[in-house]
């Protein structure tokens, strides 16, 4: 019988070289897909993304290489879609973006390959964690962007017991998982979780996401002055520990449709995700010297770069490329259960930040 914590067995069930879900059975898209990301639903993502992007160029003094880095690009579409957009709206930036991919999955390096092959005058180049931790890529002016990336990384998962807390593992017996209780693997889990354990009701469970702060670390280490930008799902520190909560944010996907018993499922076989802890990524990259320069949600975001502009000015779109676009931005779909993060890093220019104009949730510290 093989006990291990949540973290080792989501590590391994999304990265094993031979059976892991991202390396070797990734489906994305609508066909034949086990989820979707704003990218597949409408170009116009891409292309609003692409003018906060501009915007950060310029308050980068439009550098003699503008890298852009994409963690996580998934089949491509994204980094495509954007390259795409800049090209048409400023041939100059264009000339010189130099993109970056960080992907560990051969098969999805393909899929990249073939979305970013037919692009004229871009040579894509793709680095790895181990690139980061040799220090082989060297350290750049530009962009890191994430879009549904930090949701992937393994956490650990702890619970609010009558005796204080508890770590839950897994526990292999044959082909079998099953969730079981046990003493903290690390006793600094209970750090920093924005409240006190004692004022958890029990039952209360919770996603720790360390793993999420050692990656941001080691994409610091080649963003010598620049932007991160990161847009997932995720909490604010109300949403963080409200009542519905209580049972963790970790859930699973296949086919597009939810499964909550993840253990039910053979590892490798589906997604697992869970919402992106955005204050404490916040307090992580503000101790290594970023400053927040804006936090909303995708709504807000994308409205601001123009999207009710562009679904009123395209008049050709058929009423379902419409509905695609308005699910990215409508409250009850991705518009409010989204959110946009975005630090800097060195001395930046003053810019409005048009995405984040007039916006904000303050609800990033205590």
Request: aromatic share 10%; net charge negative.
């Given at each position: 019988m093989?006990r ?14 031979l059976h ?7 489906r ?6 086990d989820?979707y990301?704003a990218?597949?639903?409408?170009p116009?993502f891409?292309?609003l ?9 310029e308050a980068?003094n439009?550098p003699h290489?503008?890298y852009l ?5 998934g089949?491509?579409?994204l ?5 795409v ?6 041939p100059a ?11 560990m999955?051969?098969?999805?390096r393909?899929e ?7 692009i004229r005058?871009?040579?894509?180049e793709?680095?790895?964690a181990g690139d ?10 530009g ?15 702890l619970?609010?017991?009558?005796e204080g807390v508890?770590?839950i593992?897994?526990?292999k017996d ?8 046990g003493t903290?693997?690390?006793?600094s889990?209970i750090?920093?979780?924005h ?7 029990v039952?209360?469970?919770w ?10 670390s080691?994409?610091?280490r ?21 009542p519905?909560?209580?049972r963790g944010?970790?859930?699973?996907y296949r ?11 053979v590892?490798?076989s589906i997604?697992l ?9 916040a307090?992580?990259?503000?101790s290594?010297?970023y ?9 807000h975001f994308?409205?601001n770069l ?6 009123q000015?395209?008049?050709?779109l ?8 308005m699910t ?11 959110k946009?993060?975005l ?5 930046v ?7 984040f104009?007039?916006?904000g ?5 205590s």
């Amino acid at each position: 019988m093989e006990r291990m914590t949540f973290r080792d067995f989501m590590s391994r069930s999304l990265s094993d070289p031979l059976h892991g879900y991202y390396t070797r059975n990734a489906r994305i898209g609508f066909d034949g897909g086990d989820f979707y990301t704003a990218p597949e639903l409408s170009p116009a993502f891409a292309l609003l993304l692409a003018q906060q992007i501009m915007e950060l160029d310029e308050a980068l003094n439009h550098p003699h290489e503008f890298y852009l880095m994409e963690a996580g690009p998934g089949n491509g579409t994204l980094m495509r879609d954007i390259l795409v957009s800049v090209r048409m709206l400023s041939p100059a930036l264009f000339s010189r973006i130099r993109p970056l991919l960080f992907e560990m999955s051969p098969r999805l390096r393909d899929e990249q390959l073939k979305k970013l092959s037919g692009i004229r005058g871009v040579s894509p180049e793709w680095v790895c964690a181990g690139d980061l931790d040799r220090g082989s890529a060297h350290p750049f002016a530009g962009v890191i962007l994430g879009n549904e990336f930090l949701d992937a990384m393994p956490v650990h998962r702890l619970r609010k017991t009558r005796e204080g807390v508890c770590e839950i593992y897994v526990e292999k017996d044959g082909n079998q998982f099953r969730e079981v209780e046990g003493t903290l693997s690390d006793s600094s889990l209970i750090e920093g979780i924005h409240r006190p354990p004692e004022e958890l009701p029990v039952g209360f469970e919770w996603e720790v996401e360390r793993e999420m702060c050692e990656m941001v670390s080691r994409f610091d280490r080649i963003l010598e002055r620049g932007f991160m930008l990161w847009i997932d799902y995720g909490d604010s520190l109300f949403e963080r520990f409200s009542p519905r909560r209580s049972r963790g944010t970790l859930l699973g996907y296949r086919s597009h449709e939810v499964v909550e018993d993840v253990l039910d499922c053979v590892p490798g076989s589906i997604d697992l995700t869970v919402h992106v802890d955005f204050p404490l990524l916040a307090r992580h990259l503000s101790s290594i010297g970023y400053k927040v320069e804006g936090f909303t949600d995708q709504m807000h975001f994308l409205t601001n770069l123009g999207m009710e502009s562009l679904l009123q000015e395209q008049d050709g779109l058929s009423e379902e490329e419409k509905l695609r676009m308005m699910t990215l931005i409508h409250p009850l779909r991705m518009g409010e259960a989204f959110k946009v993060m975005l630090l800097s890093k060195g001395e930046v220019g003053p810019v409005s930040w048009r995405g984040f104009r007039g916006t904000g949730l303050p609800c990033l510290h205590s």
